[in-house]
Nanobody
C-alpha cells in the first residue's frame, strides 16, 4: 500500500507564506513525478505545480513567481513553498504521486488534502 501524508496547511493573511509537505511511503519502486493540485469550492481540481524525477518543474500560470516546488528524493517528499498568498489561493491542496510500484505497475496516488485558507 502506498500512502501520502500531507501537512503544512492552515490559515494565513494575504501576503503571507506557507510551506506544504507531502511524504510518500509504501510499495514504491520509483517515482516519476510528484505534484500539487488544488480544488476550491465550486471549481474543478487544478494543477498547481509538478516536479519530475529529473527535477523538471511545471507551474500553473496563477502561481508562477510565487510558489516553488521542490523535493527530497531520499525522503520521497515533495514541498510547496507558497509566498505572497492571495485569497484566490484558498483551496484544498492535494498531493499527487505518479509512481512505479514494486510490482512494476504505473499508478497514481492522492493525499488526503490539506486546507489552505488565505483571509484577512
Amino acid at each position: 500500500q502506498v500512502q501520502l501524508v500531507e501537512s503544512g496547511g492552515g490559515l494565513v493573511q494575504p501576503g503571507g507564506s506557507l510551506r506544504l509537505s507531502c511524504a510518500a511511503s509504501g510499495s514504491i519502486f520509483s517515482i516519476n513525478a510528484m505534484g500539487w493540485y488544488r480544488q476550491a469550492p465550486g471549481k474543478e481540481r487544478e494543477l498547481v505545480a509538478t516536479i519530475t524525477s529529473g527535477g523538471s518543474t511545471n507551474y500553473a500560470d496563477s502561481v508562477k513567481g510565487r510558489f516553488t516546488i521542490s523535493r527530497d528524493n531520499a525522503k520521497n517528499t515533495v514541498y510547496l513553498q507558497m509566498r505572497s498568498l492571495k485569497p484566490e489561493d484558498t483551496a484544498v491542496y492535494y498531493c499527487n504521486l505518479k509512481a512505479i510500484t514494486t510490482l512494476r505497475a504505473a499508478a497514481n496516488y492522492w493525499g488526503q488534502g490539506t486546507q489552505v485558507t488565505v483571509s484577512s
